[in-house]
């Protein structure tokens, strides 16, 4: 039997589904921004392809010199690049970033959509969109926002919970 997958995103205009497996929810959730003092963290997102589906398998990050502060979050470009290459060499494509925010229910800010849509635009990915999810202060479903862009526009995708395989 296959991983359990906790939560599934989905966009009316697209027949994919996007899947976020356990220890993908349990990294971002160890990671939320509870406290005052809490930093953004964030990472990159690799993905296995199946035919309508893409499975998120394992979030990275956040790394030692990466830029945090309260509000804001930048990856360390060098590292993040690494971690690139070395997963795609384990059968793992990149397939966007994630971040938190101190907010029960995230909404990207103007800053997250300029990023997405910049990344997407560069980007020479095997896929036609790049994933952008947010973890707020909330666990689950509820506490995260899921977005793709195909570096012209950015959606945002319907977060379901659920225990999907």
């Known amino acids: 039997m296959g991983k359990k997958h906790m939560v599934a995103a989905t966009f009316p205009a697209c027949s994919q589904i ?3 497996n356990n220890s993908v929810l349990d990294h971002f959730a160890a990671h939320r921004q509870t406290g005052f003092c809490k930093r953004e963290a964030g990472g990159q997102l690799f993905a296995k392809l199946d035919v309508g ?3 998120i398998e394992v979030a990275t990050g956040p790394y030692r010199s990466d830029h945090r502060s309260r509000f804001s979050y930048r990856s360390d ?3 993040a690049q690494r971690e690139i290459i070395k997963k795609k060499k384990s059968g793992l494509y990149y397939c966007g970033d994630w971040h938190t925010h101190p907010e029960d ?3 990207a800010s103007r800053e997250d959509l300029r990023t997405i849509a910049t990344l997407a635009s560069r980007s020479d990915l095997r896929l036609n969109c790049v994933v952008m999810i947010i973890q707020g202060v909330l666990q689950g479903a509820e506490g995260l ?3 793709s862009s195909n570096g ?3 959606d945002r995708w319907t977060v379901l919970g659920g225990g999907f395989l």
């Open 77 to 79: 470009p060098g590292l």
């Open 18 to 20: 996007i899947l976020l």
């Open 145 to 147: 926002a899921v977005y």
């Open 53 to 55: 589906m893409l499975k």
């Open 105 to 107: 229910r995230p909404l």
């Open 152 to 154: 012209v526009a950015v």
